[in-house]
């Protein structure tokens, strides 16, 4: 499956990691219906690492659902999920096990990718561990793909390889719909600025039907879960949810969605900082201004319909005075004869229409964010 824009949903790993179960995945899939999620975009429920018995069935040898965790088997809570309007997905690995020490799919490409099929899964995410060595990595991607296309159904392959191997070389001829280019994320400041700090030079790599995911988010977990580190402030997600938009990255949930608290719930349901992420163009955004070996940069990024995204940043740890550029410098001369009237992504209000430049201070960790529009000025 191609996704013509990122692919939205929640994951459970950042939290849950093995704290997996039938009445969690089902209480989550209720969560994301009432709380609006789904209606915002976020469809995939994604089941992660740990959701299997630890060894093949000896007779079968398909993999099995946890008998603890999962009583009713995966197709029921598949169904669920579906019942709810959501699409649903599974994980596996390309090596002999999955990194938290489960059977993983090497070598059983084809019976697994049925047996997800068997479920009713829409998405796989794939990881990397436990790769035998003299296996080649591009062929064990191409090859779970092959394996999913022959299963029958239409499921969307989630490649987690965290960019090794020149994944941005290679990643396409696979079929993946999205992969990841980063080793993981925790749920720091730094960790989030460091993960999207080492992409800068490859999002021009990304765009519709193959996807640079720079991981799940940690909006929102509040220092509590699997990839609990510092924590962030209200700002610092504000700016991690806002970077990912921004780059047209997959935007997976990683905070227990049953219990977001209200700040996250109208972050991540931000119309504007959505309609960015989703835009059916799916250009990257290309660097403005650079500052501060990219921790003060400005972008900018042309989306449909006549409008541009500009994000302002500070990742660094100091207040910056005053951040500025001309619109000559995004192509838009005074000699045009055009500006920018803007929006606030974060707030939705006007913010003036703009002929020369604009800029303004920013607090460290902050970032600021404007729908652009071209008009006569
Ligand atoms: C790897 C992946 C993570 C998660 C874990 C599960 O570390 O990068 O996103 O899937 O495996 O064990």
Redesign the pocket.
Known sequence: MFPKKPPMGF?T??TF?ENISDEMIRQTADAMVEKGLLAAGYEYLVI???WSERQRDPVTDKIIPDHNKFPNGMKAVSDYVHSKGLKFGM?S?AGVR???DYPASYDHEFLDARTFAEYGADFL?Y???YKPHQADGPTLYRRISMALKASGRDILLSA?N?GCDNVHDWIRSTGAGMF?ST???NDSFVSFRDIFLSQIENFKLSGPGCFNDI??LTVGMRNRGNVAASGCTDVEYRTEFALWCMFAAPLMLGCDVRNIDDVTLKLVTNPYLLRINQDEEGRPPFIVREGHENKRNIYARVLSENELAIMFTNLTDDRAGQIWFALDEIGIPVSSGKGLALTNAFTGEPAGTVREGFGMPLDAHDCAVFLAKIVDA
């Open positions: 994951n790993w950042n990691a992660d690492d740990c994980y690995c999955t990194c938290a995410k990881d990397y561990c987690c965290w990841r080793g993981d994320i991981d799940m």
